[in-house]
């Protein structure tokens, strides 16, 4: 378990960095950069619950639904800021 941390917080760290970086400067932040960070956390967790199955001491239907909360959650994130992105002003629209 504790390599599965240090691989999302080495992956996590760059990728909330460059959000920070791009929003400090004013500056767009895609879409990629807050899927693949949501997508890592929440992955995280999946990839865990599925360690636990293949030695046995997990449940099918907890992957299922840390699986099923990953999937809400990025399309979550996709309607959000398809909406945000539209609306005028949104967070992040860039405004000249």
Request: glycine residues 6%; without cysteine; aromatic residues 12%.
């Amino acid at each position: 378990m504790l390599v599965l941390d240090l691989l999302t917080v080495s992956i996590s760290l760059p990728l909330v960095a460059k959000i920070l970086d791009s929003a400090l400067n004013n500056e767009p932040v895609s879409f990629s950069d807050y899927g693949a960070l949501v997508l890592l956390l929440l992955f995280r967790q999946v990839l865990l619950e599925y360690s636990k199955v293949l030695v046995g001491s997990g449940s099918v239907f907890t992957l299922f639904y840390w699986i099923a909360i990953a999937i809400v959650g990025i399309a979550a994130l996709a309607v959000a800021f398809t909406f945000l992105r539209r609306s005028r002003g949104g967070l992040w629209t860039r405004t000249r």
